[in-house]
């Protein structure tokens, strides 16, 4: 058993995805190899931040939010909060941009060439929608913690705004080539960033935002139902015992192609060499048998039908042959209706008679003569009987 980790949306996506990926990452601290995709939309992030970090004007916090964290008391507001002059120009916008530029990642100088170019042109069009559409950030790249029912949550949020109500709009920038509506709809990482803003924020939150830098399209959902919530807690309650419990198996699949840790995974672990022909042999072995067992099952199946029909033609229920008996037996279930069985129960007075309400126990309240007969043949007129005749062999009725 170890301690409950602190869950961010990543770490818990990556347990959902491989808990030995997991472990790997969060346990042994091994690193991946850098990506490019990741890289740049790290660069991204940093540039925007810097782009909207003096637009800022924070918001009031709940008592008792983590006290590292920037509060309206804090905040000591050092230049004037409105007007253009505020935002850096495209020219300091994209010093900022080759400054924080990290080659790290991609495979080729041309793959890096591409990046770089896409990564200039979505930040001057996103410089120009600022000019039109003016945000109003409480918060940029915040780090929030909260106790979310038992449960130790933390991320970093890219952006929180102020929206025209009043309330407050979550905001995740995405550099990726696709998004849609569902992905707001779905988004687990949106749910958990506003139980985040909820657990730190005295206003509420009233957006949920991905803003899609491509295509420069915000994409806009509400705040989540508390239902969904409540089913986004019982995930991360499921991966937090998980983890508490070293329960830490691979799980092979789709990901493993990208995943860094596949060479020293359990899951693709090589036959040491002297056990290599043994191993080969029971795996050939178990194959074949395999195989041999669905010829016999689909064989035995066939005879069976056929036997059952030529006895059935001619009335028999015993078939004799050179060395046992066929013999036609029948298997009697009851089904009740659990519902039913209940309320006749409580009707007498003996509901502290239903325990797991499985059909056997059902079955046995019938048989149970420490129960009125009336009771129990009224129990018994609810049930169902199914019979299923199948053949068996006899070889002591052969023997006879
Ligand atoms: S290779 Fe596959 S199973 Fe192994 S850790 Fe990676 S994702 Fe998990």
């Known amino acids: 058993m170890t301690t409950a980790p602190v869950l961010s949306y990543s770490s818990y996506r990556t347990y959902l995805e491989c808990p030995q990926r997991w472990k790997f990452l969060y346990v042994e601290k091994r690193p991946e190899a850098p990506r490019s995709y990741f890289t740049f939309g790290r660069v991204v992030h940093t540039v925007l931040e810097s782009l909207l970090r003096p ?10 939010s983590a006290g590292s964290q920037r509060t309206l008391e804090d905040w000591q507001p050092a230049r004037v909060t ?15 941009y080759e400054q924080n530029w990290s080659a790290e990642g991609y495979l080729t100088p041309e793959e890096e060439g591409r990046y770089r170019a896409l990564g200039r ?8 929608h600022l000019a039109r559409e003016r945000p109003r950030p409480v918060a940029i790249e915040e780090h929030l913690e909260t106790r979310w029912d038992g449960i130790e949550i933390h991320g970093y949020i890219d952006r929180i705004d102020r929206t025209p109500a009043g309330g407050l709009e979550i905001v995740d920038y995405k550099t990726s080539r696709e998004l ?4 707001v709809k779905d988004s687990d990482q949106l749910s958990l960033y506003q139980v985040l803003v909820e657990g730190n924020y005295a206003e509420p939150v009233e957006r949920l935002t991905l803003v899609h830098l491509r295509s420069q399209t915000p994409l806009r959902g509400r705040p989540r ?6 089913r986004l807690h019982d995930r991360l309650g499921t991966v937090r015992d998980g983890i508490r419990e070293e329960a830490f198996d691979p799980n092979p699949g789709r990901y493993c192609n990208r995943c860094d840790f596949k060479e020293i995974c359990p899951e693709f672990a090589v036959v040491p060499p002297p056990e290599e022909a043994r191993l080969k042999e029971l795996v050939d072995r178990f194959e074949q048998l395999r195989a041999e067992e669905r010829r016999l099952e689909s064989d035995l199946k066939r005879t069976a ?3 059952h029909r030529s006895a059935e033609a001619i009335g028999l229920h015993r078939v004799p042959g050179s060395r046992s008996v066929a013999v036609r037996r029948k298997e009697e279930t009851w089904q009740y209706s659990l519902d ?4 006749l129960l409580e009707s007498a007075g003996l509901s ?6 499985s059909q056997e126990e059902i079955r046995a309240l019938v048989r149970d003569r420490t129960i009125d007969p009336d009771v129990r043949r009224r129990i018994a007129e609810l049930g169902t009987r199914r019979v299923k005749w199948y053949w068996d062999l006899d070889l002591a009725d052969a023997r006879r």
Do not use: F, I, Q
């Not at 042109?121 to 120009?128: E, G, I, Q, T, V």
């Not at 139902?225 to 409540?230: D, I, K, P, V």
């Open 180 to 183: 849609s509506n569902e992905d």
């Open 121 to 128: 042109d979505l930040l001057l069009r996103y410089h120009d």
């Open 305 to 307: 039908e056929e036997l």
């Open 340 to 343: 039913a069985v209940r309320l």
């Open 225 to 230: 139902a508390r239902s969904t919530l409540e």
């Open 82 to 96: 409105t007007g253009e002059a505020l935002l850096m120009s495209k020219e300091e916008l994209l010093a900022c």
């Open 55 to 64: 637009l800022v004007v924070p918001a009031a916090r709940k008592v008792g």
């Open 352 to 357: 502290h008679r239903v325990g797991s309400g």
